[in-house]
T-cell receptor
Framework: EPEVTQTPSHQVTQMGQEVILRCVPI?????FYWYRQILGQKVEFLVS????????KSEIFDDQFSVERPDGSNFTLKIRSTKLEDSAMYFC?????????????FGDGTRLSIL | GENVEQHPSTLSVQEGDSAVIKCTYS??????FPWYKQELGKRPQLIID?????GEKKDQRIAVTLNKTAKHFSLHITETQPEDSAVYFC?????????????FGGGTRLMVKP
């Protein structure tokens, strides 16, 4: 069964540094998402991406965040200047594009630790 | 925006018993309600979903019911097994032409005792 893959599995970064989290969505999917989960808390939506542009973003997704699809397979989340409160598990998800409300499939996540 | 409340936060049942987890949502425009199971340190895994044009959906030991009038939906697991132990998240989404943003509930930690 095809899966969403994410790298790295764990990223440790100094506060103020830039970090890029990488995702390879399922190959025939057209919608891509980033979510985050602070330890012990609920999963929170960050951003959705379709047709090479952001379609929706949450209040968490401020100017420090950006997303990109640099080629036909990768989907990245960049945090420009990390803060301690950015420490969380970041999940990438993708869904097909044939109709609305298609199931979203999640990757294994990247655990981001800001020191 | 949408707000999803989930209860209980923890649930302990004996193996073989049923488990019920309930969620309420605030946005009457929401029309898609998935449930995810998340084992410790792993990805949220979709286990069942329901759309607003149906009131109930069943898949083996798992069923979901939806009451659009009351804006609540529930997950029912029958004949629970130890491997059902995990955190379960409900979510809701509004219709959107460009994908759909999921708003998650706070999660329920289900423990099935052998």
């Amino acid at each position: 069964e095809p899966e969403v893959t994410q790298t790295p599995s764990h990223q440790v970064t100094q506060m103020g540094q830039e970090v890029i989290l990488r995702c390879v969505p399922i190959s025939n999917h057209l919608y891509f998402y980033w979510y985050r989960q602070i330890l012990g808390q609920k999963v929170e939506f960050l951003v959705s991406f379709y047709n090479n542009e952001i379609s929706e973003k949450s209040e968490i997704f401020d100017d420090q965040f950006s997303v990109e699809r640099p080629d036909g397979s990768n989907f990245t989340l960049k945090i420009r200047s990390t803060k301690l409160e950015d420490s969380a598990m970041y999940f990438c998800a993708s869904s097909p594009g044939t109709a609305r409300n298609q199931p979203q499939h999640f990757g294994d996540g990247t655990r981001l630790s800001i020191l | 925006g949408e707000n999803v409340e989930q209860h209980p936060s923890t649930l302990s049942v004996q193996e073989g018993d049923s488990a019920v987890i309930k969620c309420t949502y605030s946005d009457s425009a929401s029309n898609y309600f998935p449930w995810y199971k998340q084992e410790l340190g792993k990805r949220p895994q979709l286990i069942i979903d329901i759309r607003s044009n149906v009131g109930e959906k069943k898949d083996q030991r798992i069923a979901v019911t939806l009451n659009k009038t009351a804006k609540h939906f529930s997950l029912h697991i029958t004949e629970t097994q130890p491997e059902d132990s995990a955190v379960y998240f409900c979510a809701a989404a509004r219709p959107n032409n460009a994908g759909n943003m999921l708003t998650f509930g706070g999660g329920t930690r289900l423990m099935v005792k052998p």
